[in-house]
């Protein structure tokens, strides 16, 4: 069965540009692509989400290759704020399967 | 206020117990879901509801009965609790049914232990 993979663990410093890649070969070919922060003891919350190519909000950037198998969440000029896990989220399989990716703990230290 | 609220917040029991879980959105959503969350981080979906029908249904032991008496409200009940359901349980709600591209409003989560 294919997962949704993240890299577990991520650390960068304060001004720093962090990259974090999705891998999600069997994505539904109609949804979009979603992706969570997570806070310690606290629900997920909504960043970004797009269908394909590039997608840029006040918080981040996503990029989408053209055969949707992955993608990867921007954040520029990172801060301490930022310290927290990152999901994403896809539909996969033939339809309706809700599956979140398997999660990135971002560090970020002075 | 709250837009998604959950309780309890936290919730120790003993194995063989039921417990429920109770989960509100005030946003006037009308999807709702249930997520729980492994020690490892993971999040995986467990039911979600669409004006309180039942439209998603993962492999989950049917210990684990949802129940919604009105859109607003989707609890969460657990049969004969074991080791293995001890875990964070969130509760979530998107203005529509579906996938990926409805934004989803989490609760703050449910920390259940069971001993």
């Known amino acids: 069965l294919a997962k949704t993979t993240q890299p577990i663990s991520m650390d960068s410093y304060e001004g720093q540009e962090v990259n974090i890649t999705c891998s999600h070969n069997n994505i539904a070919t109609n949804d979009y692509i979603t992706w969570y922060q997570q806070f310690p003891s606290q629900g997920p919350r909504f960043i970004i989400q797009?269908?394909?190519t590039k997608v840029t909000n006040e918080v981040a950037s996503l990029f989408i290759p053209a055969d949707r198998k992955s993608s990867t969440l921007s954040l520029p000029r990172v801060s301490l704020s930022d310290t927290a896990v990152y999901y994403c989220?896809?539909?996969?399989?033939?339809?309706?399967?809700?599956?979140f990716g398997t999660g990135t703990q971002l560090k970020v230290e002075l | 206020d709250t837009a998604v609220s959950q309780t309890p917040k936290y919730l120790v029991t003993q194995m063989g117990n039921d417990k429920s879980i109770k989960c509100e959105q005030n946003?006037?959503?009308?999807?709702m879901y249930w997520y729980k969350q492994d020690s490892k981080k993971f999040l995986k979906i467990m039911f979600s509801?669409?004006?309180?029908?039942?439209?998603i249904n993962e492999t989950v032991p049917n210990r684990f009965s949802p129940k919604s008496p009105d859109k607003a409200h989707l609890n969460l009940h657990i049969n004969s609790l074991e080791l293995g359901d001890s875990a964070v349980y969130f509760c979530?709600?998107?203005?529509?049914?579906?996938?990926?591209?409805?934004?989803?409003?989490f609760g703050p989560g449910t920390r259940l232990t069971v001993l």
């Open positions: 509801y669409n004006n309180k029908e039942l439209i």
């Open positions: 989220l896809v539909v996969t399989g033939g339809g309706n399967k809700l599956t």
């Open positions: 797009g269908y394909k």
């Open positions: 979530a709600s998107s203005s529509i049914s579906g996938g990926a591209k409805d934004t989803q409003y």
């Open positions: 946003l006037g959503h009308d999807t």
